[in-house]
């Protein structure tokens, strides 16, 4: 760190003129020109990161939360500036999210360490931008808030309650299962989402609030309350006031960010049901601090932590029930006896002090104790198997028990094109026990590893009645999303992993008792194919710009999809 970057407030990390003092009176002369007083000018700095968009719904109460934000700031003594970053809004964003994450990661962590600010609040909310901002803050390690979007809050359609996006997802299956007209899922698409906030149920969004709560990186209680509560507000303001007491006691994210602490954050991920996303997400946060996380270690963790959060897409509620039935706080009480109680908070105080000093209330039709657990062991489980060397991950508690020991019949698509051809062909030969597998979508492909694991049942299954069968992918899954689903296959097909190998009539075993995830073909014919085998992607050398960057360094889902540049030297 250069000597102009241990300044403080407008001292701190100055435009190299050559001469430090004049940098300090042009920069001082410039601020001036906005509206400043010298006695601001002479305070510390909370830089507010602000990822609103009008591409991002998530974010759209953004103007009045900032502004509460600031509040706190100046109750503390510091002195606001807000700044843009990207922002990444899920469904506006092509080919996938996922694939300008790091970007986001990069602009955050570079952004935080150009400009003067001594500590920094981070305002975020959508799947991928919570993440960035944690990857991004971890890097660049200067003192960090970080303060969530908060969850919608839930519509109606006739008697049922809807929320974004696993109701979406329900009445688009029984829409194209024909149970539902055109007019209909018409009506159910203007009142999925009618608030501000994320979706309304433990996604990706809600999955990442409650693990950067668990993290100690997020204010005690502020995961889960709806984004249009005047609790929101008031968590903004407790979130700039924690950023500006922590100028003069700086705790960073490094100190936060632990190797204990993320362990916690992963037990609380499998007691959520939580989503598939939270594995890749969490590895790449972790990452940024050298801690790897082994998914062998999730399936001990998993093996050991109950499922107690009765929220869709796993159970019955959404996140506003949750919040008002003791939200993250009531979890990690449960979950006591598992946890490392030491690990350290943003507010300078450590989870077993947080947890002393809790209310207690707990609503147990939404959140079950640790000796009734909705299921006695975590959400989700890793497979390997010689499908997956590398591993996999498989949302059980999002499944179907029934498939879970299962041999089957492969039908495979070749890439998404390939998918939407021919998926609903009438002619497709398929069955409801075969397993339906996807190629080429994962990190590397063409597609960026997009939300398609949730391959929909062929249309003539779904009108015989068929709601779930067994589908492998090297993609994601949205946390909205429900089925018996393996996802994150590594190495992927588009780099030569064994995905790219299977052919449909192959035999692939699954066994979740076993975690495994194998294909029945002898060796020797799977050596024959692999030297068959040839790329279809576009090379880095015939690409330009994020697109080249991504292509050559993206890494795989079981290192987090993060670039291998950005990670700490070894």
Same mark, same amino acid.
């Given at each position: 760190?250069?000597?102009?970057?241990?300044?403080?407030?407008?001292?701190?990390?100055?435009?190299?003129?050559?001469?430090?003092?004049?940098?300090?009176?042009?920069?001082?002369?410039?601020?001036?020109?906005?509206?400043?007083?010298?006695?601001?000018?002479?305070?510390?700095?909370?830089?507010?990161?602000?990822?609103?968009?009008?591409?991002?719904?998530?974010?759209?109460?953004?103007?009045?939360?900032?502004?509460?934000?600031?509040?706190?700031?100046?109750?503390?003594?510091?002195?606001?500036?807000?700044?843009?970053?990207?922002?990444?809004?899920?469904?506006?964003?092509?080919?996938?999210?996922?694939?300008?994450?790091?970007?986001?990661?990069?602009?955050?962590?570079?952004?935080?360490?150009?400009?003067?600010?001594?500590?920094?609040?981070?305002?975020?909310?959508?799947?991928?931008?919570?993440?960035?901002?944690?990857?991004?803050?971890?890097?660049?390690?200067?003192?960090?808030?970080?303060?969530?979007?908060?969850?919608?809050?839930?519509?109606?359609?006739?008697?049922?309650?809807?929320?974004?996006?696993?109701?979406?997802?329900?009445?688009?299956?029984?829409?194209?299962?024909?149970?539902?007209?055109?007019?209909?899922?018409?009506?159910?698409?203007?009142?999925?989402?009618?608030?501000?906030?994320?979706?309304?149920?433990?996604?990706?969004?809600?999955?990442?609030?409650?693990?950067?709560?668990?993290?100690?990186?997020?204010?005690?209680?502020?995961?889960?309350?709806?984004?249009?509560?005047?609790?929101?507000?008031?968590?903004?303001?407790?979130?700039?006031?924690?950023?500006?007491?922590?100028?003069?006691?700086?705790?960073?994210?490094?100190?936060?960010?632990?190797?204990?602490? @993320?362990?916690?954050? *992963? /037990?609380? %991920? #499998?007691? =959520?049901?939580?989503? +598939?996303?939270?594995?890749?997400? $969490?590895?790449?946060?972790?990452?940024?601090?050298?801690?790897?996380?082994?998914?062998?270690?999730?399936?001990?963790?998993?093996?050991?932590?109950?499922?107690?959060?009765?929220?869709?897409?796993?159970?019955?509620?959404?996140?506003?029930?949750?919040?008002?039935?003791?939200?993250?706080?009531? @979890?990690?009480?449960? *979950? /006591?006896? %598992? #946890?490392? =109680?030491?690990?350290? +908070?943003?507010?300078?105080?450590? $989870?077993?002090?947080?947890?002393?000093?809790?209310?207690?209330?707990?609503?147990?039709?939404?959140?079950?104790?640790?000796?009734?657990?909705?299921?006695?062991?975590?959400?989700?489980?890793?497979?390997?198997?010689?499908?997956?060397?590398?591993?996999?991950?498989?949302?059980?508690?999002?499944?179907?028990?029934?498939?879970?020991?299962?041999?089957?019949?492969?039908?495979?698509?070749?890439?998404?094109?390939?998918?939407?051809?021919?998926?609903?062909?009438?002619?497709?030969?398929?069955?409801?026990?075969?397993?339906?597998?996807?190629?080429?979508?994962?990190?590397?492909?063409?597609?960026?590893?997009?939300?398609?694991?949730?391959?929909?049942?062929?249309?003539?299954?779904?009108?015989?009645?068929?709601?779930?069968?067994?589908?492998?992918?090297?993609?994601?899954?949205?946390?909205?999303?429900?089925?018996?689903?393996?996802?994150?296959?590594?190495?992927?097909?588009?780099?030569?992993?064994?995905?790219?190998?299977?052919?449909?009539?192959?035999?692939?075993?699954?066994?979740?008792?076993?975690?495994?995830?194998?294909?029945?073909?002898?060796?020797?014919?799977?050596?024959?194919?692999?030297?068959?085998?040839?790329?279809?992607?576009?090379?880095?050398?015939?690409?330009?710009?994020?697109?080249?960057?991504?292509?050559?360094?993206?890494?795989?889902?079981?290192?987090?999809?993060?670039?291998?540049?950005?990670?700490?030297?070894?």
């Amino acid at each position: 760190m250069s000597d102009d970057a241990t300044g403080r407030g407008l001292s701190r990390n100055l435009t190299s003129y050559g001469d430090r003092d004049f940098s300090v009176y042009l920069r001082r002369s410039f601020a001036a020109s906005m509206g400043y007083s010298r006695q601001a000018l002479d305070r510390p700095i909370v830089g507010i990161a602000n990822s609103a968009s009008g591409f991002n719904n998530c974010h759209r109460h953004f103007p009045e939360l900032i502004e509460a934000v600031k509040r706190g700031v100046l109750m503390g003594g510091g002195l606001p500036v807000e700044f843009p970053t990207i922002s990444l809004g899920e469904v506006f964003l092509n080919p996938t999210s996922l694939k300008f994450r790091n970007l986001m990661a990069m602009d955050t962590e570079e952004m935080i360490r150009a400009q003067p600010m001594d500590a920094v609040v981070l305002v975020g909310g959508c799947d991928k931008t919570v993440p960035a901002q944690l990857m991004g803050a971890a890097s660049a390690d200067l003192p960090a808030v970080q303060l969530v979007a908060g969850p919608m809050m839930t519509s109606r359609h006739g008697t049922e309650r809807l929320g974004a996006c696993t109701d979406c997802r329900r009445f688009w299956a029984k829409y194209r299962a024909g149970e539902i007209s055109a007019g209909q899922i018409a009506e159910i698409e203007a009142r999925l989402a009618t608030t501000a906030g994320t979706c309304a149920v433990m996604g990706t969004a809600s999955t990442m609030a409650c693990i950067a709560e668990t993290l100690g990186m997020a204010l005690p209680g502020t995961a889960a309350i709806p984004a249009v509560h005047a609790d929101r507000l008031r968590a903004a303001e407790a979130s700039g006031l924690a950023a500006a007491r922590m100028i003069d006691n700086p705790i960073r994210p490094s100190q936060v960010i632990t190797e204990r602490s @993320v362990e916690n954050a *992963l /037990r609380v %991920l #499998l007691a =959520l049901g939580g989503s +598939t996303n939270a594995v890749i997400h $969490l590895t790449a946060i972790a990452g940024r601090l050298g801690i790897r996380i082994p998914l062998a270690r999730l399936n001990q963790l998993s093996d050991e932590t109950p499922v107690l959060v009765n929220l869709k897409p796993v159970g019955q509620h959404y996140m506003e029930d949750f919040f008002f039935a003791g939200g993250v706080g009531a @979890v990690l009480r449960e *979950l /006591r006896p %598992l #946890l490392h =109680l030491d690990t350290l +908070t943003v507010t300078g105080e450590t $989870l077993g002090e947080r947890l002393a000093r809790d209310p207690g209330w707990v609503d147990r039709s939404v959140i079950a104790s640790a000796e009734a657990p909705l299921e006695p062991r975590g959400g989700l489980v890793a497979l390997f198997g010689n499908l997956a060397p590398r591993g996999a991950i498989l949302k059980r508690s999002a499944a179907d028990p029934r498939l879970f020991e299962h041999e089957g019949r492969a039908v495979v698509f070749s890439s998404l094109d390939d998918l939407a051809r021919r998926v609903d062909d009438p002619e497709l030969d398929i069955g409801p026990d075969d397993i339906m597998v996807l190629q080429n979508a994962g990190p590397r492909s063409e597609s960026g590893m997009p939300e398609a694991g949730y391959l929909p049942i062929p249309r003539k299954l779904a009108a015989r009645g068929v709601k779930d069968m067994i589908r492998i992918s090297d993609a994601r899954m949205s946390g909205t999303a429900f089925g018996t689903i393996v996802l994150h296959v590594a190495p992927e097909a588009a780099i030569g992993g064994p995905l790219a190998l299977v052919r449909t009539g192959d035999r692939i075993r699954l066994s979740v008792r076993e975690k495994r995830l194998d294909l029945l073909v002898d060796e020797a014919e799977l050596a024959r194919r692999r030297a068959e085998w040839t790329s279809t992607v576009i090379p880095p050398e015939r690409r330009r710009g994020y697109d080249r960057l991504y292509a050559e360094h993206v890494l795989q889902a079981d290192e987090g999809c993060d670039f291998g540049f950005l990670l700490p030297p070894a």
